[in-house]
């Protein structure tokens, strides 16, 4: 594993043997610092050609509400032209997060083509995303 990125609030990880980009969220952040942080993970994942995404929550706590509409609209049709086969939520602690992420992944996905779970611990989330073989311990994305 090897670390490609990091600030106050973001880690990324890039595990090379399963093109596995895992993207780490370690505190708040809001506005263009979260929007740069997450433009900067596409562009990490276009130049690995990463087939796989894990999204680390668990440290996130809110996601302000003209954000999640910027990630709706911005992120999430550019995240939708990498060659995904899974995508890999682990749910944050922070119940307004949890909303948050519920409301975004209403709203786009079904742009979404690749397989898409959440789970409550980040090892659960590695297992599944990596091999396929976990089944998911807490809600179904595309259930929410």
């Given at each position: 594993?090897?670390?490609?990125?990091?600030?106050?609030?973001?880690?990324?990880?890039l595990?090379?043997?399963?093109?596995?980009?895992?993207v780490e969220w370690l505190d708040f952040v809001q506005g263009e610092p979260l929007?740069?942080?997450?433009?900067?993970?596409?562009?990490?994942?276009?130049?690995?050609?990463?087939?796989?995404?894990?999204?680390?929550?668990?440290?996130?706590?809110t996601i302000r509400p003209t954000d999640q509409d910027w990630i709706v609209q911005r992120f999430i049709p550019e995240l939708a032209t990498l060659p995904l086969k899974r995508l890999a939520?682990?749910?944050?602690?922070?119940?307004?997060?949890?909303?948050?992420?519920?409301?975004?992944?209403?709203?786009?996905?079904?742009?979404?083509?690749?397989?898409t779970e959440a789970?409550?611990?980040?090892?659960e989330a590695f297992l599944w995303v990596t091999t396929g073989?976990?089944?998911p311990q807490s809600a179904v994305l595309s259930e929410i």
């Open positions: 594993m090897a670390i490609l990125s990091t600030t106050p609030f973001l880690r990324i990880h595990h090379e043997p399963t093109a596995l980009l895992e929007r740069e942080a997450l433009l900067d993970a596409l562009r990490l994942a276009h130049l690995h050609h990463v087939r796989a995404g894990l999204c680390d929550t668990k440290l996130m706590r939520l682990v749910w944050s602690s922070d119940a307004l997060n949890r909303m948050g992420v519920s409301h975004v992944m209403q709203r786009c996905s079904h742009l979404l083509t690749c397989e789970f409550d611990t980040r090892s073989s976990a089944a």
